[in-house]
């Protein structure tokens, strides 16, 4: 195993996933405009049960619309997104664990309060859910800020607090929307070993979008990169396994560099 997974272990605080085997992704044909704008046009993919599909592509091309969509915060114009066997919004909510792109956190409860509110609806006691969720403050670069407001904090903070509030909802499926986007650098290559070593031990299946295309080749195993508007699949490429245990040998392996410039040569329009 890498040896990130050491700071991971048996002590997770994570829950266990609601369903040991997982759900996978399954998106058919799907469609979707906003009135006569037209966002995504026929696209398919498929995340396998416990998978890591890490999504790229132009600002604008629809992105956080196709993450609302498998999420089950809106609905198709065309096409079908299942998690599992579920089909219908309630049925995606209930499977999917989403992190939007901006924080949403309530403004009127403290850093810890917004962290234990999603194991709140899960019907956990204020007690427990403050504790399982102050687990993960040290090692989310928080602790000290339990009692914070989100006012309090700084942009990098709150993004934290929300990725932990994702996290502990204890969800199989996480649809991530650049969830370490206002991270300083140190702060993002901590982030995400961490988040690599905590599927490793306790995995999910993961949608992640992101603009950074290192960022996807180490933390997914297959990234697809998205067309300007409406968004379709332009490449598609599966990330070096076994991942190196140290990141920054991750990144410099010659076949991770031969994937990364594939990646933003089709970013950059071209195809394969
Ligand atoms: N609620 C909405 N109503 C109408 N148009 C919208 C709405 N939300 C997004 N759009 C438009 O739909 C397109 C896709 O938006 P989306 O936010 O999904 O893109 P994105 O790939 O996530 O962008 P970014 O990389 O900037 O986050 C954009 O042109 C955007 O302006
Ligand atoms: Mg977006």
């Not at 969830?179 to 490793?200: K, V, Y």
Request: include cysteine.
């Amino acid at each position: 195993m890498p040896a990130k997974t050491k700071e991971f272990g048996a002590d997770s605080a994570l829950p266990a996933s609601d369903d040991a085997l997982g759900v996978a992704v399954s998106v058919r044909g799907l469609r979707h405009s906003y009135g006569e704008l037209s966002t995504i046009e026929r696209l398919d993919l498929d995340v396998p049960a416990h998978g890591v599909l890490g999504l790229v592509g132009p600002s604008g091309c629809g992105k956080s619309t196709l993450l609302e969509l498998i999420a089950g915060l809106r609905e198709p114009t065309g096409g079908e997104v299942a998690l599992g066997e579920g089909l219908d919004p309630a049925a995606r909510l209930a499977r999917c664990a989403f992190m939007p792109q901006r924080d949403l956190l309530l403004p009127w409860l403290s850093a810890i309060d917004n962290a234990a509110l999603a194991l709140r609806n899960r019907g956990v006691r204020r007690g427990a859910a403050r504790r399982e969720a102050g687990q993960l403050f040290e090692r989310f670069g928080l602790a000290g800020f339990e009692r914070s407001s989100p006012a309090e904090l700084s942009g990098g903070m709150r993004q934290r607090v929300a990725f932990l509030r994702t996290l502990v909802a204890g969800k199989p499926v996480l649809a991530l929307d650049e969830p370490f986007a206002s991270l300083d650098a140190i702060t993002r290559a901590e982030m995400q070993e961490w988040l690599a070593g905590a599927l490793d031990a306790d995995p999910r299946t993961v949608v992640l979008v992101t603009h950074d295309v290192e960022e996807a080749l180490y933390l997914c195993d297959r990234v697809a990169v998205l067309s300007a508007r409406p968004a379709r699949i332009v490449e598609e490429m599966s990330a070096p396994a076994p991942r190196a245990a140290d990141r920054d040998e991750a990144v410099t392996d010659p076949e991770f560099v031969a994937l990364r410039e594939r990646a933003l040569h089709a970013l950059r329009g071209g195809t394969r």
